[in-house]
């Protein structure tokens, strides 16, 4: 399985950028699909998923309002639009994919299994 995220780069405060990860490899199809963040040395935090087959979709809470994941399946493609982006949304963005099956919460970083190898995003003020 191969995840490559695109779309990452430098923008303003209150602008937009959206991110697209392009999916390959898989032989089912993932439980979660999500979008993590990294500051610096600090653990991956939890952005969205999508989970559930697509029933779900999931945000932490200081991007709620602000962002929306989505897939296009026929493209095999995750989308992270980012809305009204602030200087703390500063990170390295990872898209992630599950197994098949998925016991926890959905911004458990551990419980994915594939990943992308990563898009800086930097807003400034």
């Known amino acids: 399985v191969q995840l490559v995220e695109s779309g990452g780069g430098s923008v303003q405060a209150g602008g937009s950028l959206k991110l697209a990860c392009l999916v390959s490899g898989y032989t089912y199809r993932p439980y979660c699909m999500g979008w993590f963040r990294q500051f610096s040395v600090k653990e991956r935090e939890g952005v969205a998923a999508i989970c559930d087959f697509g029933g779900s979709t999931y945000y932490a809470i200081s991007v709620l309002g602000r962002f929306t994941i989505s897939q296009d399946e026929a493209k095999k493609t995750l989308y992270l639009q980012m809305n009204s982006l602030k200087p703390e949304d500063t990170a390295v963005y990872y898209c992630?994919?599950?197994?098949?099956?998925?016991?926890?919460?959905?911004?458990?970083?551990?419980?994915?299994?594939?990943w992308g190898q990563g898009t800086q995003v930097t807003v400034s003020s």
């Open positions: 992630a994919g599950s197994g098949l099956y998925f016991g926890g919460t959905w911004s458990s970083h551990n419980l994915y299994t594939y």
